[in-house]
């Protein structure tokens, strides 16, 4: 199959549902070769049957399962690590365990992904990483998204330090920065308000456009900086949330 991204094998995390979900799919219609990575077994089973894509049931939080995966991992083109986990609430409703597995998926699962893996990747003479971040965090301040803004703003130093010290090996590293997203983990969250009719009213009103993104939008900006057509972008933070941090 030719496209943007024939001939390069690809990795994406957190691909069972929403962003992950629609990158695997637009990365294979592409032409990618995708293994795709998640928790949910069943989730991926139904994502393979889809797009014929390679599947593992690996847990970010779990490192020897990180390091079995990427001992096995083979050629790595493109690596897209969207998994994520959306704590809510100030730093006065942080617990220390909402704390601990934000990091944990948010930025360490990052950290172990990458370190695993980019040796292979600068052994093959480079390849691009795409890190999902957000416009909560670096970008923007947003209430009740305390240790969650405090993750992406951590992915995005992680991401520029990573462009830093391997540009020159042929390592892109850029870092992807959404607004408000229609997926199952906002409509999770809006529910989970308990008043669902009013908080999808007010996260639509904060939009300039009037509406959400779309998984799909997101992909395709995943393929763009996994393509060669990026091949002189690195180190950047690519907004892309409808005008909402103008």
């Given at each position: 199959?030719?496209?943007?991204l ?17 990158s ?6 592409e ?15 139904a994502?393979?049957?889809r797009?014929?894509?390679?599947t ?9 399962a ?44 990052m ?5 695993a893996?980019l ?28 240790a ?9 130093g992680?991401t ?42 007010a996260?639509?009103a904060?939009?300039p ?9 997101i992909?395709?900006?995943a393929?763009?900086l996994?393509?060669d057509?990026?091949?002189f972008?690195?180190?950047q933070c690519?907004v ?7």
């Amino acid at each position: 199959m030719s496209g943007r991204l024939s001939g390069k094998r690809a990795i994406v995390t957190g691909a069972a549902q929403g962003i992950g979900r629609a990158s695997v799919e637009r990365f294979v219609a592409e032409g990618a070769q995708v293994v795709a990575l998640d928790i949910d077994a069943a989730g991926l089973s139904a994502l393979q049957a889809r797009t014929g894509c390679e599947t593992r049931t690996v847990d970010l939080r779990d490192e020897q399962a990180i390091a079995a995966f990427a001992s096995h991992a083979g050629d790595v083109d493109v690596l897209f690590l969207c998994a994520g986990y959306v704590a809510t609430g100030t730093i006065l409703d942080c617990e220390e365990r909402d704390w601990s597995m934000s990091f944990d998926i948010n930025v360490t699962a990052m950290y172990r992904m990458i370190r695993a893996l980019l040796p292979r990747m600068i052994g093959q003479g480079g390849g691009s990483i795409i890190t999902m971040s957000s416009v909560a965090g670096s970008v923007r301040g947003v209430p009740g998204r305390f240790a969650y803004a405090a993750t992406k703003a951590a992915v995005v130093g992680l991401t520029k330090a990573i462009a830093a010290d391997f540009a020159t090996q042929g390592i892109r590293c850029n870092a992807i920065c959404p607004g408000s997203v229609a997926t199952p983990s906002l409509e999770d969250r809006m529910h989970a308000t308990g008043a669902y009719e009013a908080t999808r009213a007010a996260y639509t009103a904060r939009q300039p456009m009037g509406r959400f993104g779309t998984a799909a939008e997101i992909a395709e900006l995943a393929v763009y900086l996994a393509s060669d057509a990026a091949a002189f972008t690195t180190g950047q933070c690519h907004v892309i949330d409808g005008g909402w941090s103008n």
